[in-house]
């Protein structure tokens, strides 16, 4: 059932973990560029390469308690995929741990989300996902959003980095008032800003954060299903994370597809994995600390 090869660094055991890792290697509805089944193991592959220490925070990766349970039975159908996943999210947040998950496609976030009772959803995506329905199923990796808005409801939903969407899909935002933040508006109001309102926008709850790795320009990660030119830095979505990621309680990276890779994307999308760890993990231990 599970890959012998674990996220670097994951050395708790899932009693004693605080984030836990797993893949889902499940990319059925994927239509451009398929693949995105082999991303949990390039994923872990590369995260052999980073040191553990993180000097902005003082911290080793190594004393923050996580776990990586492997990959995540699939089966063909993407009903049945996303009912495993639901149901493993529910069992990890009922034990009081954050959930990590390492996709696969982006259709998987939808039984991320449904797993919680109450959270925002933060997308960082270059589309939109907000088809109703798309070759022939509504739980296409392009239908993802709109699934979301179907659980969360528009006040609790954003996404950010947007530049690719169907007419329909721009109607649909603008008729229902859907929040999204377009790369442009990233790049000429400024990262910090544009994140401060979206923080603003969203209020204090819970938050769950998707990184569709298209988000990301081609030129940094080129390996992803549908990439999309024009895209936001690696610095940009570092921000982002690290902004968010005290409130996180649930994230995925999804849709990197290594046949299409140097490298560079896996790499990248290990890197923020770890960086969600230590920024989430080291709030916690300040805490810890501060308060004796
Ligand atoms: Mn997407
Ligand atoms: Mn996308």
New binding site residues.
Partial sequence: MFTKLTFADANASYENAEFVIFGAPFDGTSCFRSGSRGAPLAIRKASYNFELYYPAYDIDLGDISFCDLGDIDVSTLVDETLAFIQSEMKRIIGDGKTPIMIGGE?SLTCACVRAFSDVNVV?L?A?L?LRDEYAGTRQS?AC?SRRILDRVGVESYASLGIRSGAREEYDFAKQNGVRFYSATQVQSEGVVNITQDLIKYLGKGKIYLSI?M?VIDPAYAPAVGTPEPFGLTPDDIRYILQALAPRVVGFDL??ISPDYDHGQTSLLGAKLIREFIVVKGSVKNERTTTTG
């Fill in positions: 982006h997308v995506d589309h996902d990796h993802v569709d298209d999804v849709e």
